[in-house]
């Protein structure tokens, strides 16, 4: 049928439309078993491969092969062509929107595959076309993230930076070589290098699209020259114009290593269910309305014969529920989960229920280190612990339900033990991590030095690995001593600074600090700090207490979280509740209140602490140099931290911000009396 040797569909994952092979196989049967001839071939293949994209058979598979089984017997492949046409309202074409999906289980996901192989996509390293015969044997491909996920995560969500338009498929030695760097960065050496290899991986040429704020346009640009391409390829097939007897040999595709805490925990989640006897099931595929192929869901895993072959319903795992029609696919018989540990709960239930233990029965979690003033220790990390809760709501916009039920039921201590002894990370750590707050994790508060007594030398093992494994650095640890650039978010000293020994600490210059103003849930705004003269934190005595420590003369670099550093200038002014809070324009001294303000710098607390001090605190900065988001300073190895204010140690950071900002050193800086 040459799916591999025309088409160059070679391998599991790209084998698409796998219930059209048997009609095309009565068709080669009524035909004398074989193609009549490359024109005829290439025409099938263009039913194929239409029948694949529309869904021909996702529903009542049986009733649709016999309606085609009748078709290929009256007409042969142009009563098929023609079916498929009626159904899909008289014209079968492929437009831009046909490639909005995401992941590779999208059916749009082989096309794209199949226009790399058949219409001489180039490697961007050696600007060779993907083929084989090209590319040497021991040659694998890979998919490649045209933006990179770590360059994109902090600006767009999962479905955005998997969506299929940011896909192509390069040498492996090319894509490890490339790695995580910008687009707008490594595009113009490749084009440099290789000219026309951005072209022929349908990647738009115009520069101004190779930007983070344009991406949105930049795929809008290739899926229209995709949809392009694959119209013209399949309008060949149909016509026969280009038919070949040339056959395009098989090339390995490789899997890269998962870098994202969501993918580890879906594998780790089929290993677990696997080593308990449960089935294996499909990855990241489509779920379609049986009738019409209408896109319902796409799964990140799906038993289609229950979680148990031939015992109970079909199961899904759809972790994007918004993007998912669960009414319908509740009404069509099928078991949906929304989350990896709503999963494992179900799969526990089941098994307690088998084995005739209650559900009731907890977990049993191992017990903490034998210590003195056990009770103490536990009371204080108890209130971390909830604390964590508030804050990864507020900061983060993550409402952990399930967790702080589990700390009401089991306790802090116990709960944290039992997230540590679980073999997947929890649906928690993923979420925070794509919104780039791992360190509002219960594993950031478990290798805080002074709770590392509570816990086994195991269970802090994992937690470092879970950490460390996606870029966070845990503080300095009395165990395993691990440096960091980064401060601990509690601020036991007063300063917004870990308390680990000052000689662990560099230097501080007595003038520059770092700032953070957080623009979360939309409470401040960075545009009203620069028009105004300002920076501003609050919401409660955590984030306030350390602006309170700016004075006068003191020198800020503002940075805002996911977006970069943004502005430098100079204390002028104490801080005061915005209530109270005045800033000098044009001369004048003006109530805070009375500026036009894009923020309202007021919190909305769910059952408010009467004590708690949740006002916002305004200090007065004047300006030395600010820039827009999009102008900010933003690279690797920046310090960076969520304390509303804190000295800035760091000698890399110090450097860059002041060369960027292009203010004077510390040794140059003028002396400020407060």
């Not at 058949?118 to 040659?139: H, I, N, P, Y």
């Not at 995709?226 to 056959?247: D, I, M, P, V, Y």
């Not at 034998?370 to 990390?381: A, G, K, Q």
């Not at 036991?492 to 623009?519: F, H, I, M, R, T």
Request: glycine share 8%.
């Amino acid at each position: 049928m040459q799916y591999s040797g025309r088409l160059g569909l070679d391998h599991d994952r790209v084998l698409m439309g796998r219930y059209a092979v048997p009609v095309v196989s009565r068709l080669l049967e009524l035909n004398g078993g074989k193609f009549t001839d490359a024109a005829q071939r290439d025409k099938v293949l263009y039913w194929y491969v239409h029948s694949a994209l529309w869904g021909r058979f996702s529903g009542s598979t049986e009733s649709y092969l016999q309606q085609d089984y009748d078709a290929v017997r009256d007409s042969g492949v142009d009563g098929l062509i023609s079916t498929l046409e009626r159904i899909r309202g008289g014209k079968l074409e492929v437009l831009p929107h046909d490639f909005d999906g995401s992941t590779r289980g999208s059916r749009f996901y082989p096309l794209l595959y199949l226009l790399t192989r058949v219409k001489g996509a180039r490697d961007f390293g050696s600007g060779l076309e993907l083929r084989a015969e090209l590319l040497g044997k021991l040659t694998s491909l890979q998919v490649h993230h045209v933006f990179p996920k770590a360059y994109l995560r902090d600006h767009y969500d999962r479905s955005q930076v998997n969506a299929i338009a940011n896909f192509c498929f390069l040498t492996q030695a090319t894509n490890l070589e490339i790695g995580k760097r910008a687009p707008e960065e490594y595009f113009a050496e490749v084009e440099a290098k290789n000219p026309g290899v951005l072209a022929s991986q349908w990647i738009p040429t115009d520069p101004a699209l190779w930007t983070v704020d344009r991406y949105p346009d930049f795929l809008a640009a290739r899926r229209e020259l995709l949809a392009e391409a694959a119209q013209s390829f399949l309008e060949e097939l149909r016509s026969g114009s280009q038919s070949t007897e040339e056959s395009l040999q098989p090339i390995a595709v490789t899997e890269t290593e998962p870098d994202d805490p969501r993918t580890l925990q879906i594998q780790a989640m089929i290993a677990e269910l696997h080593d308990l006897g449960f089935a294996e099931p499909e990855v990241d595929t489509e779920i379609t309305e049986p009738a019409s192929g209408r896109f319902l869901s796409m799964a990140e895993a799906f038993w289609s014969d229950g979680l148990q072959h031939g015992l109970g319903d079909p199961v899904i795992l759809e972790l994007d529920p918004d993007e998912a029609d669960l009414p319908r696919l509740e009404e069509l018989g099928y078991k949906v989960f929304t989350s990896v540990d709503a999963l494992l709960g179900f799969v526990n239930n089941l098994n307690e229920a088998a084995a005739g233990v209650s559900e009731t029965t907890e977990t049993e979690v191992p017990p903490a280190a034998t210590i003195d003033n056990t009770t103490e220790l536990e009371s204080e990390f108890g209130s971390r612990v909830r604390e964590l809760y508030d804050r990864a709501r507020r900061e983060a916009g993550y409402n952990a339900t399930q967790f702080i039920s589990m700390v009401a039921n089991i306790g802090p201590l116990a709960t944290a033990k039992k997230l540590l002894a679980a073999r997947t990370i929890s649906d928690g750590f993923s979420e925070l991590w794509e919104r780039g707050r791992i360190d509002l994790t219960i594993e950031a508060v478990v290798v805080e030095p002074v709770f590392e007594p509570l816990f086994t030398d195991a269970e802090l093992d994992v937690a470092r690995h879970r950490l460390t494994q996606f870029g966070y650095s845990p503080s300095s640890s009395t165990r395993t001593p691990s440096h960091s650039t980064n401060t601990s978010p509690n601020s036991p000293n007063g300063n917004g600074e870990s308390a680990e020994s000052p000689s662990k600490k560099p230097a501080w210059n007595g003038q520059d600090w770092y700032v953070c103003l957080d623009e979360v849930n939309d409470s401040r705004n960075w545009d009203d700090a620069r028009k105004y003269g300002f920076v501003s934190a609050g919401g409660g005595r955590w984030y306030s207490d350390t602006l309170k420590n700016l004075h006068v003369g003191d020198r800020v670099f503002v940075y805002v979280p996911k977006v970069g550093y943004v502005g430098a200038g100079t204390v002028a002014g104490s801080a005061a509740p915005a209530d109270q809070a005045t800033l000098e324009v044009d001369g004048m001294q003006v109530d805070f209140r009375s500026l036009d303000l894009v923020g309202p710098y007021t919190h909305e607390i769910d059952n408010p602490d009467p004590e708690e001090d949740y006002q916002e605190w305004i200090v007065p900065v004047i300006w030395e140099r600010t820039v827009d988001r999009e102008s900010a300073l933003r690279e690797a190895g920046l310090f960076a931290n969520q304390n509303s204010a804190c000295r800035l140690r760091d000698e890399h950071t110090l450097n860059r911000v002041t060369e960027f900002f292009g203010v004077t050193t510390v040794q140059d800086a003028p002396e400020l009396e407060d």
